[in-house]
């Protein structure tokens, strides 16, 4: 399986967002290695010129992620949100998931009661998969993206009622 430009795409967006220093990733022969040092190297020796990219290179390498792939729609109820909910944002863009495999029940549902700890979606760039918590004790009010859509860094997926 060859990686595809989007792939790549996504990789850098996700690194220039996270506070790693460096990521270097081979599939099929292709070699991306990104980090924030840029004077760093690949551990092999000096990394040829069209797989080294620096972090402060990286915003320019990457494209932005178009709007229509950020989850735009509400999955649950709509309208305006009072002022002590608290909104459960993505940690890096990815696919949303709200259960952990395909026909299996959802990690958390509207009207669930969750502890700070509580997991409650995970995001997926490239097979690499990230717990979301819901970082607050309270109730499911809203669940605010569709299932398997793409969300962007910082996009509200649910809001918890503290309680």
Request: charged residues 15%.
């Amino acid at each position: 399986m060859e990686p595809k430009a989007s792939d790549i795409t996504a990789l850098v967006e996700l690194f220039a967002s996270s506070e790693w220093d460096e990521l270097h990733i081979e599939i099929d022969g292709l070699q991306l290695f990104l980090s924030t040092d840029p004077n760093a190297r690949l551990a092999s020796g000096p990394a040829p010129a069209a797989t080294a990219v620096s972090a402060a290179s990286a915003p320019m390498v990457a494209a932005p992620v178009a709007p229509a792939a950020v989850a735009a729609t509400p999955a649950s109820g709509g309208g305006p949100v009072p002022s002590h909910w608290v909104a459960v944002t993505a940690p890096n863009l990815g696919t949303f998931y709200r259960s952990p495999k395909p026909g299996a029940a959802p990690y958390v549902t509207v009207g669930q009661t969750v502890t700070a700890d509580s997991e409650v979606c995970l995001l997926e760039v490239m097979k690499l998969f990230t717990t979301v918590r819901a970082g607050t004790a309270g109730i499911v009010r809203r669940i605010c993206v569709e299932d398997a859509v793409m969300v962007d860094y910082g996009a509200v997926l649910f809001y918890i009622e503290p309680g």
